[in-house]
């Protein structure tokens, strides 16, 4: 996957123009050369960098055009070939509502002089673009912004998203001229036009589906292991994630039913419940199961700690996994099937098809409210995260209100999923197969009644048809949801308390970036301080306010 960025604009470059690129180019210039693409002509230079996890070429470049991408393949199991059709079709839409998966495309036509950028249909590898004077900055990397020689402004209402909900609305991202492109959203840069728009995925046809649920669970069945099998290609033994849950099981079994040999990791706390489920289903499927414990299992996300733990380590079993720096990953399971953020009080103000009601359920249940002691101004933005709800529930208004919030939550909150990891992908150089992101696999969980979907209703029962040997060993359930009939004694990750406070370095460390940071003007610094000093004595737990301060600055 790693990174395409790019300057384009359609008049005579200037200095101004030529110093944007030499900063793009210095940027590209720490990584491997063979790893890295150039190309340039009149009217700028786009770059890419790719590790080459896949083992497929992805950059395609001939007299009249240059094509490329970045992620899962798009039509068939190589990647290689999806650009060479890409390139040669006459409606480029049309192709796109085939692709799947996690993936960014990027195409530029000479001669017609026109700029064509793409993401995947739920948005999870957008491109961030920032207009200047004359010409379009674009990038894969909101990160690489920040490496330019251009002023960024915060954007208060976009760090506000950031630190409640854990995802941007809208097209926001933290710096108000870098705009975030909308899923399943072409965007289309030339002379005349300058940046068109164009939605190429109707999410909202897919969800007024009405299908029985033998249909859908037949469907999604097919759908799965369709996706399943385009992914593997012709690997014989594959890395993986198993932890104690159902989705990364999924996964787990059907890789093993189509015949490959796996080797998974699972990272968590000893004697967790997690661990435990992991372990059953590991014995029960003759699983080859690697565990590392951990202390904290949010401080890094299962990306990184796989990167560390199996590419940097130069792990004894690397050279036996057939694409050794491709993992499958369960994300997106328990949002898209379980529909886990679908809670009772939300599911009762949809019903009544009250919004008001539901956004103010969604704030409680995401405990979404900014701390008055430590963010200026936290009334008005708590007021315009709310109008920006609303907003996001505008294009789905011709659906009722119970499907609108399904929706709503697969393509906002899976944002939160994959952005840090996208960030980092350079440093931990893995790629990962999400099949649960295929919108093939989501439209059947999102063509059945939502009281069928919510707290993963559909999901069991697609598994007690399908798949019931995932179903022997016990499983992490969520709180609320259906629970698993096979009783552990263990604690599940949701009953462990985090006693762990933050420690003095890393309190320290945060309290000096804030008193420096001077691209907004939106934490208290005197009460912050005020709290840092009631956490270091002990006189007050002040870790929730101080970590909503701490995602406010990490941009």
């Known amino acids: 996957m790693a990174v395409i960025a790019g300057y384009i604009q359609f008049n005579t470059l200037s200095k101004k123009e030529l110093h944007y690129i030499n900063q ?38 001939t007299e009249s055009q240059i094509a490329t991408l970045i992620g899962h393949p798009l039509l068939t199991s190589s990647r290689s070939d999806d650009l060479q059709t890409m390139a040669k079709t006459t409606s480029l839409s049309t192709c796109l509502q085939q692709c799947e998966g996690v993936f960014s495309f990027c195409q530029f036509n000479s001669q017609l002089g026109t700029l064509v950028l793409a993401t995947d249909p739920l948005g999870l590898k957008p491109f961030y673009t920032l207009k200047t004077e004359c010409g379009l900055f674009f990038s894969t990397n909101l990160n690489l912004f920040k490496q330019l020689s251009i ?4 954007d208060a209402e976009a760090l506000t998203e950031l630190a409640v909900l854990g995802y941007p609305l809208l097209d926001h991202t933290p710096y108000k001229k870098v705009k975030c492109s909308y899923p399943g959203e072409i965007l289309r840069f030339d002379a005349l036009h300058g ?66 040999q796996l080797k998974s990791f699972n990272f968590s706390k000893s004697d967790s419940q997690d661990l435990y489920c992991a372990k059953q289903y590991a014995s029960q499927n003759a699983l080859e199961l690697e565990v590392i414990q951990v202390h904290d299992t949010q401080k890094l996300s299962v990306e990184q700690r796989l990167g560390k733990h199996w590419r ?16 499958w990953s369960g994300n997106g399971g328990s949002v898209g099937l379980g529909a886990v953020f679908y809670g009772d009080n939300i599911y009762a103000a949809a019903k009544e098809n009250d919004l008001d009601k539901l956004i103010q359920a969604y704030l409680e249940q995401q405990y979404a409210y900014l701390p ?56 931990f150089k893995m790629e990962f197969f999400h099949p649960f992101y295929s919108w093939k696999v989501l439209q059947y969980p999102l063509a059945v009644p939502v009281e069928y979907v919510r707290r993963h209703g559909f999901y069991q029962r697609w598994l007690k048809t399908s798949y019931p040997r995932a179903m022997l060993a016990p499983w992490q359930a969520y ?65 929730s306010n101080i970590r909503i301060a701490q995602r406010f600055c990490q941009w």
Not at 151 to 154: A, G, N, Q, T, V
């Open 24 to 61: 793009l180019a210095t940027v590209f210039n720490q990584y491997r050369k063979a790893d890295v693409h150039r190309y340039d002509c009149d009217n700028g230079a786009i770059f890419q960098y790719d590790f080459d996890a896949y083992q497929q070429a992805s950059w395609l470049q």
């Open 372 to 427: 008055k002691s430590v963010v200026h101004n936290a009334n008005q933005l708590q007021q315009k995260l709310i109008d920006n709800l609303k907003l996001s529930f505008k294009p789905l208004a011709e659906l009722p209100l119970v499907k609108a919030f399904q929706l709503f939550l697969l393509l906002n909150d899976q944002h939160h999923h994959l952005s840090i990891p996208n960030e980092k992908v350079c440093e």
């Open 312 to 327: 940097k380590a130069k792990h004894n079993d690397y050279k036996t996994v057939s694409r050794p720096q491709i993992s």
């Open 195 to 260: 940046v068109i728009k164009q939605k190429y995925f109707d999410w909202v046809m897919l969800a007024k589906q009405d299908m029985p649920i033998p249909d859908a669970i037949a469907g999604v069945t097919q759908a799965f292991q369709s996706v399943v099998s385009k992914a593997i290609y012709t690997d014989k033994k594959v890395l993986s994630t198993l932890s104690g849950g159902l989705d990364s099981r999924l996964i787990n079994c059907e890789l093993l039913r189509q015949g490959v």
């Open 479 to 543: 709180p609320g949801h259906i629970p698993c009939p096979i009783k552990v004694d263990y604690q599940s990750q949701w009953q462990l308390s985090n006693k762990n406070l933050m420690r003095f370095n890393e309190l320290f460390k945060l309290w000096y970036e804030i008193m420096r940071f001077d691209r907004h003007q939106l934490i208290k610094r005197s009460h912050f301080t005020a709290l840092c000093l009631l956490q270091l004595t002990h006189l007050k737990n002040a870790q």
């Open 151 to 154: 002023k960024l402004e915060s």
